[in-house]
């Protein structure tokens, strides 16, 4: 079965400081993989998804990136933290022809 | 664009009681639903899987229904117990696209 790998799993961070958020799987090959962020009191918000290496889409315009540098590595990214970046972030992987999809533990960042 | 709304918001039941989670979809173009559990400060668990030519699913006291026509799918829960407190979600994969689309979620506190 599909295991994700979240880290760091909290994160307290200053405004206009960078992050960086990894996520990585085992037990699957050519997953795709999902950023979400859920916000006190919101829904789940899809960030990213990537289909492939190299292969990134975005949801929202914002001040934060996605890279996927290997096949089971997804990364998120952002160069300078805005207070509206708190919250908890999730990574997720599934199939292209699955139909399940599975999350990972999730971080927290509070940007202060 | 697809919407996904569930109701209640929030729902309080003594230990015993059956109860149902609403979940209401705006494009009845879907490949599946799913319905996830997620506990604070956790990842989210896939609870049941519905695919679009389906019109339920059941595990154990869980039984999701789905009627796409309509936009609509409930979570049953029977016998309710205090383990199963917990944040529930509603997602949907729209049709042709990769990525899950969710509700705001039902936070079930089961009282003892």
């Known amino acids: 079965s599909q295991t994700i790998h979240q880290w760091p799993a909290t994160l307290v961070q200053p405004v206009g400081s960078p992050l960086s958020l990894e996520c990585t799987v085992e037990?699957?090959?050519?997953?795709?993989l999902y950023w979400y962020r859920q916000a006190a009191g919101r829904g789940l918000q899809l960030l990213f998804y990537s289909v492939g290496i190299g292969q990134i889409s975005s949801e929202v315009p914002q001040n934060l990136s996605a890279s996927r540098p290997q096949d089971r590595q997804f990364i998120l990214s952002s160069k300078k933290l805005l207070l509206s970046d708190s919250g908890f972030y999730l990574c997720?992987?599934?199939?292209?022809?699955?139909?399940?999809?599975?999350f990972g533990e999730g971080s927290w960042l509070t940007v202060v | 664009k697809q919407e996904v709304t569930q109701i209640p918001a929030a729902l309080s039941v003594p230990e015993g009681e059956n109860l149902v989670l609403n979940c209401s979809f705006t494009?009845?173009?879907?490949?599946?639903l799913q319905w996830f559990r997620q506990d604070p400060g956790k990842g989210l668990t896939s609870l049941l899987l519905?695919?679009?030519?389906?019109r339920e699913q059941t595990s154990g006291r869980l039984n999701a229904s789905l009627d796409k026509s309509s936009g609509r799918s409930t979570l049953y829960i029977a016998a309710s117990q205090p383990g199963d407190s917990a944040t529930y979600l509603c997602a949907v994969r729209p049709a042709g696209f990769q990525k899950l689309v969710f509700g705001t979620g039902t936070r079930l506190l089961v009282s003892p």
């Open positions: 519905i695919q679009s030519s389906q």
């Open positions: 037990g699957t090959s050519n997953p795709n």
């Open positions: 997720a992987c599934g199939q292209a022809s699955g139909n399940t999809i599975y």
């Open positions: 494009d009845s173009a879907i490949y599946n």
